[in-house]
């Protein structure tokens, strides 16, 4: 076949398919019309492909008709509308859903963590098993607050939003066994409330606060969030309510991808936070204020305007057409 000759005789064909896609209106006639033409150039490119797959003919005839094919069967929306509403919208209505039982969830820990701490501080057996006398004052003393100073802020950043997402994702995605979620908030309160106990038992209470509080408040609530999330897909199966066990789990599984996509970010932020603030130079009242003030942040995003965007309807799911709904036919 020669390709100059098929370009000659189809040119008109393929320009005119141009000029109705680019048509913000078409008349019943036209979109007629449109459509033919989409189909005689989809023929034409397969011809061309059988020939000369990789020419530049093929390529600018293929995107000729994907064009056209947007314009008929509609055109989605754009990003920058998306990314608008994910972060107002479907984000803050997740994390509203999510609100009580997070709060539940922290509460706890925080109970969990103070029978630890209170238990390591109470027992001076207890300390010993952790090491001898040297060893601990040394950890209390230096490596507490130099591990926040060692590495470089960024890397050090780095380490710890990988770390702290690697404990949110597998609250998020083993969260539907029921079992997990609890396993990996014990296995975090007892780290946490030891560490604590140990640093009370050697008059260093207030460092620990001081150096955990900044990126803590922040960091361990997000892990409270991928816990809640994680509970309530358990939930869904447990209870499906009046859907099918299926059904209910697609929806919240839906759900919960967006709350792990927000947790990316928010994780992102309390990396910032313990990377760059907490081994700061800045007066503690300064880092702990940022630390609170992101926390806050947190908080009235969900509270605001997850309450707005539950209110309308919004669920964190995605669209009917993105869940895979179909219309019913009577």
């Not at 000759?5 to 913000?24: G, I, P």
């Not at 209505?93 to 390591?120: C, E, M, Q």
């Not at 109470?122 to 300390?127: F, T």
């Not at 296995?187 to 460092?207: I, K, P, W």
Request: hydrophobic fraction near 50%; charged fraction near 15%.
């Amino acid at each position: 076949m020669d390709i100059d000759a098929f370009t000659a005789v189809h040119q008109h064909d393929w320009k005119r398919l141009d000029e109705l896609s680019a048509k913000r209106r078409l008349t019943g006639a036209e979109a007629d019309e449109l459509l033919v033409l989409y189909q005689r150039a989809s023929t034409h490119l397969s011809m061309i492909r059988s020939i000369a797959p990789e020419s530049q003919l093929s390529a600018a005839l293929s995107t000729r008709i994907s064009r056209a094919r947007t314009r008929f069967t509609g055109a989605r929306s754009n990003f920058a509308e998306d990314v608008a509403n994910f972060f107002v919208f479907a984000l803050p209505a997740a994390f509203y859903r999510l609100r009580w039982l997070t709060v539940i969830i922290g509460a706890a820990f925080i109970l969990l963590s103070w029978l630890f701490g209170a238990w390591v501080a109470g027992n001076p057996e207890v300390i010993k098993a952790m090491g001898s006398d040297a060893e601990l004052r040394r950890y209390v003393e230096q490596d507490f607050v130099n591990y926040y100073s060692e590495n470089p802020h960024a890397s050090f950043a780095g380490m710890v939003w990988t770390n702290n997402a690697w404990i949110a994702a597998q609250c998020v995605a083993f969260g539907v066994t029921g079992v997990w979620v609890p396993l990996i908030l014990w296995m975090n309160a007892q780290g946490v409330g030891m560490a604590g106990g140990m640093m009370a038992a050697y008059g260093e209470l207030d460092t620990f606060f001081l150096y955990i509080l900044p990126h803590g408040l922040m960091e361990i609530t997000a892990i409270f969030i991928a816990g809640a999330a994680g509970l309530r897909i358990f939930w869904a199966w447990v209870s499906p309510g009046r859907m099918k066990r299926s059904a209910s789990l697609a929806r919240e599984g839906r759900s919960l991808i967006t709350v792990a996509l927000g947790l990316v970010l928010v994780l992102f932020v309390s990396g910032l936070v313990e990377g760059f603030v907490t081994p700061s130079g800045l007066p503690h009242w300064a880092r702990l204020g940022i630390g609170a003030l992101v926390l806050a942040g947190y908080w009235v995003y969900a509270l605001v305007l997850g309450r707005r965007a539950y209110e309308a309807g919004e669920r964190g799911d995605l669209g009917h057409f993105d869940a895979g709904e179909v219309a019913r036919t009577s």
